[in-house]
């Protein structure tokens, strides 16, 4: 019940494209569902986040979608750069003291 | 924005020896820190969260007599690996959640790269 589950593990985008990554959770008491990006070697960082009483936020190529009653969000980005390549992981907290829940990752390759 | 540094950033032990990781909030106070493990390829798998001033809260499954954390202050916390193997080898990364802008957030090291030979 705690977990998040995250697909693809490995996705593939011609420069330009949309990549979009998905994740599902069981426990509906989640209030902040958040993305890190990771690059190798490097420790994740706060790409995006959002919480559940919207549907959608955006910043800048990156967008969230969020689906309350499927228990599903998903990371969007926009005109994908071979810069963007990188691991892109998914979590859930539960409360302000909460620990994060993370998402198994996936590993996006951009092609110029 | 919030910076949390960590040092060394790669280490080589030999096993048998301890080592020790330090993880800095630079720029806020950090109430509570958060202990990682991650393998190539693998998520991230929480080890430890400690609040400053307490003793350490451990995952199920890590030992807390192997993995020593301190948080003596609210801006440091450290994780020492005592009596290293090459199983241990592994990217341990630690995170700072604090109050920032009137909102907690929590803000990863960079990471420490850790080789037991």
């Known amino acids: 019940q705690q977990q998040v589950k995250q697909s693809p593990q490995s996705l593939i985008v011609q420069k330009g494209g949309i990549s979009i990554i998905n994740c599902a959770y069981e426990?509906?008491?989640?209030?902040?569902f958040p993305w890190y990006q990771q690059f190798p070697g490097k420790g994740p960082a706060l790409l995006i986040a959002?919480?559940?009483?919207?549907s959608e936020k955006k910043e800048g190529r990156f967008t969230i979608s969020f689906n309350k009653s499927a228990k599903q969000f998903s990371l969007h980005i926009m005109d994908s750069q071979p810069g963007d390549s990188a691991t892109y992981f998914c979590?859930?907290?539960?409360?302000?003291?909460?620990?994060?829940?993370f998402g198994q990752g996936t590993e996006l390759s951009v092609k110029p | 924005g919030a910076v949390v540094s960590q040092h060394p950033s790669w280490v080589i032990c030999k096993s048998g020896t301890s080592v020790k990781i330090e993880c800095r909030s630079l720029?806020?106070?950090?109430?509570?820190m958060f202990w990682y493990r991650q393998f190539p390829k693998q998520s991230l798998m929480l080890m430890a969260t400690?609040?400053?001033?307490?003793?350490?809260?451990?995952e199920q499954g890590v030992e807390k007599d192997k993995f020593l954390i301190n948080h003596a202050s609210l801006t440091l916390s450290t994780l020492t690996v005592t009596s290293a193997h090459p199983e241990d080898s592994s990217f341990y990364i630690c995170?700072?959640?604090?109050?920032?802008?009137?909102?907690?957030?929590?803000?990863f090291g960079p990471g420490t790269r850790l080789t037991v030979t």
């Open positions: 400690s609040n400053e001033g307490s003793k350490a809260t451990y």
């Open positions: 426990n509906t008491a989640f209030d902040y």
């Open positions: 720029d806020f106070q950090a109430t509570t």
């Open positions: 979590a859930a907290k539960l409360g302000q003291g909460g620990k994060l829940i």
């Open positions: 959002i919480r559940p009483d919207v």
């Open positions: 995170s700072a959640r604090g109050l920032l802008e009137g909102s907690y957030e929590q803000y």
